[in-house]
């Protein structure tokens, strides 16, 4: 009997000789193989159409809570976003005060927060100056990346 290993035959040593004869290396696909492919081609597509209108409606939301001159306003607003996955913290550690309140003026490279990922904290700058006009993210609670965390408005 003959072991194929790779590609190539081999005999057991008992015989005392090795076949080097390529063997074929066809791989039998099962008929229904293809038949799978489109399930899982289609299935994912299917929850993501689902979920934008969900996030549309969320952010319509958030924009409906600001009233109208909040919509306005948004125009001329800043977002500073997330840059990394993990979880907000508005201080460095709870009996600290945070580091920017609603009101309060931030210049660009100052610490507004602090993003906890795999136990480091990564200090959260400002990528513009202006007056913090709103923060959108709890304390402790976990974020994503791109995830708005404050709207600044730079006048």
Excluded at 10 to 22: F, I, K, N
Excluded at 44 to 60: E, I, K, L, V
Excluded at 122 to 146: F, R, T
Excluded at 150 to 155: E, G, I, M, N, T
Aim: with cysteine; aromatic share 6%.
């Amino acid at each position: 009997m003959a072991v194929h290993i790779r590609g190539k035959s081999y005999v057991p040593p008992s015989s005392g000789r090795l076949a080097t004869t390529a063997a074929p290396s066809i791989i039998n696909v099962p008929a229904a193989a293809p038949a799978i492919a489109p399930a899982f081609s289609a299935a994912p597509a299917s929850p993501p159409a689902a979920a934008a209108p969900a996030a549309a409606t969320t952010g319509g939301a958030h924009a409906d809570a600001g009233g109208t001159s909040g919509q306005e306003d948004s125009g001329k607003l800043v977002q500073i976003k997330s840059p990394m996955i993990g979880t907000f913290y508005r201080s460095s550690s709870p009996d600290k005060p945070v580091y920017v309140k609603v009101g309060d003026r931030v210049a660009k490279g100052d610490t507004v927060c602090v993003v906890e990922a795999m136990k480091l904290f990564n200090e959260i700058e400002s990528e513009v100056a202006g007056k913090i006009v709103k923060v959108l993210v709890e304390d402790a609670q976990p974020i994503e990346y791109d995830q708005p965390l404050f709207l600044v408005d730079p006048a």
